[in-house]
DNA sequence: CGCTATGTTGAACAGTTTCAAGATGCGTGG
DNA sequence: CCACGCATCTTGAAACTGTTCAACATAGCG
């Protein structure tokens, strides 16, 4: 989906993750759709030509796959932060996949408690969860500026039914969210507020840098807010405030002005019980 | 995956969940061990025997695909309460689906602090999530006495490369999965114990009512612990026994000795904000 | 330059944990 | 059938972590 496919290379890709130029968006096939309610940088009009495609969270796609693929793509959405870019209680939701920029999901009870589901990155495929069944409420809302491939749901569910790759594919990325949500199910469950800041840093900073397979130690995009992270960690913005200030005062990341370093990944792994090997893809055969 | 298919229709299966009479057991196929370390009845020989096909939870499959399905089924296993089923971080962990009895997933950290993850009954499949990647010592133990059908990882990757309804079918389960996870990172982030448990309770009604389509205002089989309870909405024991307390005072739900009696569905819901809909499928087509 | 969103810090408060003691229930063995 | 023993559940009181409310600081943006 979004372009998967090929095998990992030399990907320069850091412009994607902060907005830096855009990219040629000329060619688009029949009927597709350019919504440009922003400035990111929009997709290539041909999957083959896509960088995240070539991104460690697809599986490979052979060439015919991937011309199937981009055939399910009815549009390409650009849009500023704070819009909401979909509504899966809706109808007929569809798939997205993020080209550029971050976004993320949250549910709102009627009492305005906010919980924050994930974040999505350039590369993630949103809405799959909801191809079988109606999620309660949940919304995607762009972070920063975006831009996305969008696919009909029905499209990708017929599509699905005789392509195994693209189910395999499928099935692939929800078993990595499900993986995910564990480990944030053990953080909202059973780690301190310091230990969960410390867990969500790392997991962010390693979906980063298998997106950009370079600058393990430097800073690194960061947009979510305290608010953001309040509502992902159970916490309130009080509390991530502290913790984040504790962590930095004992020298072991810092988030400041949309960018995090990690300091001292090792003694911060230690004090959250962090292990990489959840994100990391299993060998398939 | 574990006699998937089928359409729904009049099921016995109280005797699955509350573990009363065996089936019968004979006519294995080749190479299929039966490990059977204790008393509950075991699944039958043939996928379109099983009653377990025609739950809910299932996608509807074709005679030949459950055929192919059952060639990959490589042994059947009966174990008592508190047997450790399957260690996910194990090299070829397999996928498991529950015949007979409850099963639940959960993690321990270094310093002995539990999460469960999820709670497993008849007909879901187990495991699914590690297809992909490697989790984080997740432990899956049976709750109950417990018989599941067992498939080797590799032959089902194998199979799902050229088997687009499996491929399809387990998509599908983890996209449900990933409601369930949802609606429980909700609880654990922003709701109290009181509406924790209320969710949870309603939640696994529920699932288990699916599975019977009788019953609806009726005792339920209900074998977790106090301290299971606990350890899956992130609470201590204590504070489940006197959210438990409070929520029986009110007239709400009661759960005493393996049984659970859901008495004012409706203000439970509204004290918790449920909703059934991350539950029902959604139509496919 | 001033507005607004975001971040910081303090103090009172609340919900939950922890520790502790006792009650209840259930299976086992006499 | 009853007595014992262990696991589970219940209840109380103190301690703690995080929340809430409030004031102020800082940064980014028009």
Redesign the pocket.
Known sequence: MGCPGALPGPVHLVYVLSLGRAAGTHGRADGETVMDEGQPPAPPARCADCGIRRLAMFRPFGPQQLAEVQRLRSAIRRAPPGTELMRHSAHDAPLMTIYAGWAFSHTTSDDGARQILDFHLPGDLVGAEHLAVKGTDTLVEALTAVSACVFPRRKVLAEMEHNPALSASIAWLLARDEAMLHERLFSLGRR???ERLAHLALELAARIRLRRRVDVGGPLPFPP???HLADAL??????V??A??RLRAHGLEQI??GVLIIRDPDRLAALCGWRDEYLVPREML
Request: charged fraction near 30%; hydrophobic fraction near 35%; aromatic fraction near 0%.
């Open positions: 301190s507020a310091e807010t305290h608010r159970g916490l309130s913005a009080e509390a405030s502290r984040a200030t400041a002005r």
